[in-house]
C-alpha cells in the first residue's frame, strides 16, 4: 500500500498522457473511432434506406414507446457525465473516487442494457422478429450493434478496474482509463443519433 | 483553518496547471439534457409540422453531439489536431453512404 502512495504521489498531472506510449496509443484510438463513425454509418445509410420498408410487420410509430427509450437516453447520458467524473478523479489523483466513478458508470451501462434487452423482447413478443421485415432487420443490426457497444465497454471498464486494482494506479493504467471513458462517451454520442434518427424520427414519420 | 489550508494548496496547484473544475460538466449535462427534453417534447407534442420536427430533431442531435464531444470526449484541448480531423472525415465518409444508401434505393 505504501509503495502504491509513494508512486500515486509522483504521478504527473496529467497521467494518462505521461508516456510517448500512451500518447500514441490515444491517438491510435482516435483513429479507431474514426472507423466506428464510418462502421455506424453504413448501418445508419442501411436503416434509413429501409426504414419504411415495414412489409406485413408492426411500424415504427406502433412499436415505440417514447417514455422507454427516454429513460434509456437518460440512463446512457448520465452514465457518460459519471465517466467523466472518473476522468476529473484521475486528473486530480484520487484513485477511491476515479473507481467508484467507474463503478457507478457499470452499473448505468448495465441498466441501459436491461432496458434494451426488455425492448427487444417487447418486440419479439409483438411480431416484430429480425427477419419480419428490412425495416426490423435494418432495426435489430443498428440499435444491436450500439448494444453490443455497450455490453463491450462494460467488460472493458470492468477489466480496466480490475488492472487499476491489481497493477495499482500509474502511468500504465491511467492511460487505459482515460481511453475507455472516451469510447464510453463515443457511445453516448452514437445513442444521439440513433434516439434521434431511429426513435424519435421514426414516431414523426407515422 | 484546515479549509483554508486547503484552499491554498488548491490555489497553488491551479497555478501549476489549470485544474478543471466539475462545473463546466455538469454544464455541458445539463446542455445535453435540455436538448433531448426539446426533442422528445417536439415529437411528443405530435402538432408541429413534419418538416419542422425534422429540422429541430437534426438541429438537437448535431448540437449535442459537438457539446459533448467538445467537453466529454476533449475535443477542445489542446493537441487534438488529429482526432479533429479523423472525426471529420468520418462524418464525410457517414454523410457520403448515407446519400448514397437513400439514392441507390429510392430513385
Request: no cysteine; glycine share 8%; hydrophobic share 55%.
Amino acid at each position: 500500500m505504501s509503495a502504491h502512495d509513494h508512486v500515486e504521489g509522483q504521478l504527473p498531472h496529467e497521467p494518462e498522457k505521461a508516456t510517448l506510449e500512451a500518447r500514441n496509443k490515444i491517438l491510435g484510438f482516435w483513429l479507431f473511432l474514426g472507423a466506428e463513425v464510418v462502421l455506424f454509418g453504413t448501418l445508419f445509410a442501411a436503416f434509413l434506406a429501409l426504414r419504411h420498408n415495414i412489409g406485413d410487420g408492426p411500424s415504427a410509430s406502433e412499436l415505440f414507446q417514447l417514455p422507454m427509450v427516454f429513460a434509456a437516453t437518460m440512463i446512457l447520458l448520465t452514465s457518460s457525465l459519471t465517466s467523466v467524473f472518473a476522468v476529473q478523479a484521475m486528473h486530480q489523483h484520487n484513485k477511491k473516487s476515479m473507481l467508484t466513478w467507474l463503478i457507478i458508470t457499470i452499473i448505468l451501462g448495465l441498466g441501459f442494457l436491461g432496458l434494451e434487452i426488455y425492448e427487444f423482447t417487447e418486440y419479439v413478443h409483438e411480431g416484430h422478429g429480425f427477419t419480419t421485415s428490412a425495416f426490423s432487420s435494418s432495426f435489430y443490426t443498428l440499435v444491436g450493434f450500439h448494444g453490443a457497444h455497450v455490453a463491450f465497454g462494460v467488460l472493458w471498464i470492468a477489466l480496466v478496474i480490475g488492472q487499476v486494482f491489481k497493477k495499482g494506479f500509474n502511468v500504465v493504467t491511467a492511460p487505459k482509463v482515460y481511453i475507455s471513458a472516451i469510447y464510453w462517451h463515443f457511445i453516448d454520442v452514437v445513442w444521439v443519433f440513433i434516439f434521434t434518427v431511429v426513435y424519435l424520427m421514426g414516431k414523426v414519420a407515422g | 483553518m484546515s479549509s483554508n489550508h486547503n484552499h491554498a494548496a488548491s490555489r497553488e496547484v491551479s497555478k501549476r496547471h489549470k485544474v478543471e473544475g466539475p462545473q463546466k460538466h455538469i454544464v455541458g449535462f445539463i446542455l445535453s439534457l435540455a436538448l433531448t427534453i426539446i426533442a422528445f417534447a417536439a415529437v411528443a407534442a405530435g402538432e408541429i409540422n413534419e418538416t419542422f420536427t425534422y429540422i429541430i430533431l437534426v438541429a438537437m442531435a448535431v448540437v449535442q453531439v459537438i457539446i459533448q464531444m467538445a467537453f466529454w470526449m476533449h475535443m477542445k484541448d489542446r493537441g487534438h489536431l488529429f482526432p479533429i480531423i479523423g472525426i471529420i472525415a468520418g462524418v464525410f465518409v457517414v454523410i457520403t453512404m448515407v446519400i448514397m444508401a437513400l439514392y441507390w434505393v429510392w430513385w
